[in-house]
């Protein structure tokens, strides 16, 4: 069949446009960060995973939302199908030919999914052992793990998060910080401030165990606390961690992680204390003891301190469950 020229020109040009089009909505890494920042600070609050690590993982695996694969299938975590996925699929080379790949109808699907394949799969259980702002031991534990079989998978996700400093969000008043760092200047709210009528108050709110409960913020009617950088509420009657959760859009699975709680069918009582975002490994104000009340545990000292039982357990050598003798004193750090 012959085409003639007038027929050629206009496809070619077509073309040139087509591909124009492409180069101008190829993201830097700057605007990629820009762009998906708010959601890795959100699902650190959720889910205990690092801000830093979720958007070098992204930048990494989807090369800034830019590769084939992200773009077809908006997968930008390289997460591939298994057994469970009932998702929509894509089929891409990787280790080897034609592998299945998730897909998702959303950007935002991706990062949720992402953050959800962390928490819920057992071989990266031990990860959530580091706090927040421990991303060097998570890139570790990541390619420990398996996420990924590049030997220095560890080395390259570190590099991304010092190179562009995204180890600030991982911070208290993260968003705040990292937008300090850039030329734009942007003074965006957290998520906390997002869900609230309430101005946001500074991070020196924070106060001891003695001197609480100081408000700092308020959501769907209850008062949200704040002690050593971790936000709690107080159980009201009647309250299940289901319904805590379905108010701060956090699954009563990963509630009862945050408060150390193992069994599946637990339920916190009137007036105490549900975190809701994950305990710190330590005391990070000035105090070094806590001098141990009749009955208390290494869980009850945590849930006062917003400290994992099992730091607490690790730093005094003690058992767990063991009740400790009045008047103890207790490391906190």
């Known amino acids: 069949m012959i085409i003639s020229r007038k027929a050629i020109l206009p496809a070619l040009i077509a073309i ?78 990787d280790d080897a030919k034609g592998e299945c790949f998730r897909a998702y109808p959303t950007v935002e699907a991706s990062y949720r999914d992402h953050a959800e394949f962390l928490d819920s799969q057992p071989r990266y259980d031990s990860l959530f052992s580091y706090g927040t702002t421990d991303y060097k031991s998570w890139a570790r534990g990541l390619k420990a793990a398996g996420y990924a079989t590049a030997p220095d998978y560890a ?21 705040r910080l990292y937008a300090s760092t850039t030329s734009r200047g942007r003074d965006p709210e957290e998520w906390f401030a997002a869900q609230s009528s309430v101005a946001e108050t500074s991070a020196e709110a924070a106060v001891d165990p003695d001197d609480y409960r100081v408000t700092i913020n308020a959501h769907a009617g209850y008062d949200v606390y704040e002690t050593n950088g971790v936000h709690y509420v107080v159980a009201k009657r009647g309250d299940t961690f289901e319904n805590i959760g379905s108010k701060f859009r956090i699954s009563p699975r990963n509630l009862r992680k ?76």
């Open 258 to 333: 945050f408060n150390d709680l193992k069994d599946r069918k637990a339920q916190p009582a009137m007036g105490e204390t549900v975190y809701i975002g994950r305990k710190k490994k330590r005391w990070e104000h000035n105090a070094r003891h806590h001098v141990a009340r009749a009955g208390e545990t290494a869980y009850a000292i945590g849930q006062s301190y917003a400290i994992r039982t099992r730091s607490i357990e690790k730093m005094n050598r003690l058992k767990p469950g063991v009740e400790i003798e009045q008047g103890r004193q207790v490391r906190i750090k």
């Open 16 to 93: 040139c446009i087509a591909a124009q089009a492409r180069a101008q909505i190829r993201l830097t890494r700057e605007e990629y960060i820009d762009r998906y920042k708010q959601i890795a600070v959100a699902h650190m609050e959720r889910y205990g995973i690092p801000a830093s690590i979720t958007l070098a993982q992204g930048i990494l695996e989807s090369n800034c939302g830019n590769s084939l694969l992200s773009m077809q299938s908006n997968n930008h975590f390289g997460i591939k199908c298994k057994r469970d996925w009932r998702g929509e699929k894509v089929y891409h080379d």
């Open 155 to 175: 080395q390259r996700l570190i590099r991304i998060i010092e190179e562009n400093r995204l180890y600030l969000l991982d911070r208290n008043d993260g968003l």
